[in-house]
């Protein structure tokens, strides 16, 4: 966490240094203004591990879930080419993915009334996982428009979960009670949800780059990659960190 | 509109390389398994059984195995390697412990698996002598001599992510005894949210003289629960005593209340031909049967109560060769489909075979 708010104060710097550079325009006559965009989007992209654990065999499949983005941005331009901006956006983030694991460790907690027990296991077999989380999202940035028709941004994120869903199935493999040396059972099909232990946090960084299209409208993507793990660290069903790591593809409306 | 800029194409590139490639090279094999272990047919009175649970091989031979020693075939997870070697004679005639090394192709897991034979000198028991399963905690009873010959559904339960707490499985010992310190309680449990993914909303308390194959423990419960022990020749009864509170609420499958049906217990012996056991798939209909010893009538009973129940023979039964015993005794007469009444609990202690 101490990394993220390190990340955004140098963010900040970034945006008071744009802002101080306005010294430097101000031997013409510009005037600092506001300005207000709708951002419509899909994300594509990954709730993923940044680099592969061993465990992981082959992806056999990957496919973009149904994750719009929606939202609004309020920008100040302070000088002719700088600029900061935030918004509030509905960011809807996932995908399904197919895959072969090998030994791959999980711990399963489970919770009955009062009681509570856990099954730890290695699983060897085929995987298929889908994600969909929604957040809401502030996005914080700094803004270089060096012409008319671009526009670039550069910042940090951070973002509230209201929903989430991580769910899938384990089939066609074995899983070995308690580690590799535990007891092997047969899995032809099982399914597994870890939605509800999905971190209700995300921070994280994001740039993007817009392109004018017509007189308001712009083509616009952006790139948000989650500096958070998705799942706490108590959370053991996936022994590797996974973040969320989309590329939102879309629009932008100047109002 | 223009998107060749730069940034989209390294972002997309990107996730191209996230995904698609990056798989690094597979694991070194962590597993240590003795996967079979192979005894020539002539020194076996039962089929060899690996606990892999317990990491245990379950040997139960002839009087000739005990003069000769055998010289098992031993096949264990590739690339790892077994210590004493495969092609070693075994020898019967010290009582010191036989164990096996097998370590893992990444060096890193070692399973030590210890060779028990199993012979049952006398085939009646008071449940006095109880043992926790190391990892899973649960109980199971043993034999005087240590060997272990009872199993349960405990071993299955342990998967579904309950407690890890003797108290927290259907089958367990308990000071409320007829004859000695300790009897066998057998509870009928609720299933847990893991158990329920897989249909499974409750846990009937078993016993059983036989093992318990984990292989098959989630695909195929029914023939996880593999019923017998060797015995020679005909029995002609099956005693005890046993003391039965059925729970409140009988349901079914789905875990729905069924008004008016009261859960029961059952209790049976069955004798049967051949080396290679039985399971909850054929216990009642193999043609193998050669007779059955049952409990009529499983309701309520508030205290101890004997049970002295005849072997029914079936007409022309075939008792020479190589047969088994099985007893097999549940708190819910339908847990093997997954009916009964949570907190149905049957207590038995004594259990006795009389030879014909």
Request: charged share 20%.
């Amino acid at each position: 966490m101490n990394r993220i708010y390190k990340r955004l104060t140098v963010l900040f710097l970034i945006i008071s240094v744009a802002g101080s550079l306005r010294a430097q325009d101000s031997t013409t006559t510009f005037k600092p203004f506001l300005e207000h965009r709708i951002i419509a989007g899909f994300n594509f992209g990954g709730t993923a591990p940044v680099g592969l654990p061993n465990t992981i065999r082959a992806i056999k499949g990957y496919w973009p879930e149904f994750t719009p983005a929606l939202g609004y941005e309020l920008s100040l331009r302070a000088t002719r080419k700088w600029g900061a901006a935030v918004g509030v956006k509905l960011d809807f983030k996932g995908m399904g993915t197919k895959d072969e694991v090998m030994y791959f460790p999980t711990v399963i907690t489970v919770k009955d009334g009062s009681s509570t027990g856990t099954f730890e296991g290695t699983f060897t077999g085929k995987n298929k996982t889908i994600v969909r989380n929604a957040y809401v999202t502030f996005p914080v940035s700094a803004v270089f428009t060096p012409n008319d028709n671009w526009r670039f941004s550069l910042g940090g994120y951070f973002s509230w979960k209201f929903s989430s869903n991580f769910y899938g199935t384990v089939s066609d493999g074995y899983i070995r009670n308690g580690g590799p040396t535990g007891e092997k059972i047969i899995v032809d099909e099982a399914s597994f949800d870890f939605g509800r232990d999905v971190r209700k946090f995300d921070a994280g960084l994001q740039g993007g780059a817009e392109r004018r299209v017509g007189k308001r409208l712009s083509v616009i993507g952006n790139l948000s990659w989650g500096l958070k793990p998705v799942f706490p660290n108590e959370f053991k069903g996936l022994d590797f960190p996974l973040y969320n790591i989309y590329m939102m593809l879309g629009v932008s409306y100047k109002i | 509109m223009n998107l060749r800029k730069p940034g989209f194409l390294a972002a997309i590139a990107l996730f191209a390389l996230l995904f698609t490639s990056c798989i690094k090279d597979a694991p070194l094999n962590p597993e240590a398994d003795i996967d079979s272990f192979i005894v020539d047919k002539k020194y076996l009175s039962g089929d060899v059984f690996i606990d892999q649970a317990n990491a245990k091989v379950l040997l139960y031979l002839k009087k000739n195995a005990y003069d000769s020693g055998i010289v098992p075939r031993i096949v264990v997870t590739p690339g790892a390697t077994i210590n004493p070697p495969a092609g070693d004679t075994l020898r019967f005639d010290s009582t010191s412990l036989q164990q096996y090394t097998v370590t893992s192709q990444s060096g890193k897991y070692h399973k030590v698996y210890t060779i028990e034979v199993v012979n049952i000198g006398t085939w009646a028991w008071d449940f006095e002598q109880w043992v926790i399963q190391p990892t899973s905690k649960y109980l199971y009873p043993i034999e005087p001599d240590s060997s272990q010959i009872w199993s349960s559904g405990n071993p299955g339960v342990s998967l579904a992510g309950v407690p890890k707490d003797p108290a927290a499985y259907p089958l367990r010992d308990t000071t409320e005894a007829y004859h000695g310190n300790y009897s066998a309680v057998l509870e009928t449990r609720g299933g847990t949210t893991l158990s329920g993914i897989m249909g499974i909303k409750l846990f009937a308390g078993s016993l059983y003289l036989g093992v318990f194959d984990s292989k098959y423990a989630i695909t195929q419960p029914l023939a996880a629960t593999q019923f017998g022990q060797p015995y020679l020749g005909r029995a002609a009864r099956f005693t005890g005593y046993y003391k039965y509170n059925p729970g409140a609420t009988y349901q079914n499958k789905a875990g729905k209340p069924v008004p008016g049906v009261i859960d029961s217990c059952s209790i049976y012996a069955v004798l049967y031909r051949g080396t290679t056991r039985l399971d909850g798939t054929n216990i009642h209909t193999s043609d193998r049967i050669v007779a059955v010893a049952q409990l009529p009538d499983g309701s309520a009973r508030g205290n101890f109560t004997r049970f002295d129940l005849p072997f029914v023979y079936k007409p022309n039964a075939i008792t020479s060769g190589s047969m088994m015993m099985a007893i097999v005794i549940s708190s819910s007469q339908n847990g093997d489909k997954y009916e009964g009444a949570i907190g149905s609990r049957l207590l038995v202690d004594s259990l006795k075979i009389i030879h014909e």
